[in-house]
């Protein structure tokens, strides 16, 4: 599914974020930035040994040697990926939805997306962060994604976007929430 939106596009796609060719994808990595399990560690895998020496040295820029803040975003070279940057946002981990998760997974989303227009990227991958391990429900998720990224593409010039959902039911839920927002 394809939608036009001012003079950007929004595309919902099924399939491996690892494989895709757009500028930047992103990675929903934890607070240490040396990987993990699901699409983090499947990035990591993919890029190759140097994404993990520069995500150390970032990390070692953090004050004090802390975790990235969930919400927050960095970037990263691509390596051995075909995408030629790798942005790293700390999705919120699902604990019922009082402990205001949907501000900081619309963070994740916004920052990102500040991060590539900041650097000059026309052209960005998400995965559908905090969904997996996180634990986040896909429907509320969907439409926090979608919500956060329709209004940062009202509001900005960036090109494209790409919703990419690694299975059937995520794709169908993002579809049903992407209609359900126009």
Known sequence: MKIN?????????LGDITKQATEAIVNA???????????????HK??????LVECKRIRKGLLKGELLSTGKAVMTGGYSLPAKFVIH??????????ND????????????????????????????????VYRFPVKPASEIALRSILEFLDQNHLGKVIMML???RDFDVYQSSL????
């Open 29 to 43: 990595a934890n607070g240490t930035l040396l990987g993990g399990g699901g699409v983090d560690g499947a990035i």
């Open 101 to 132: 998760e949907e501000r900081l997974l619309s963070d994740c989303y916004r920052n990102s997306l500040q991060l590539s227009l900041d650097n000059n990227i026309n052209s960005i991958s998400f995965p559908s962060i905090s969904t997996g």
């Open 166 to 168: 690694y299975s059937e």
């Open 89 to 98: 946002t700390v999705g919120p981990v699902w604990q019922g939805g009082a």
């Open 179 to 182: 209609k359900k927002l126009l």
């Open 46 to 51: 993919a890029a190759g040994p140097e994404l």
């Open 5 to 13: 939106i001012k003079e950007n596009t929004l595309e919902l796609m």
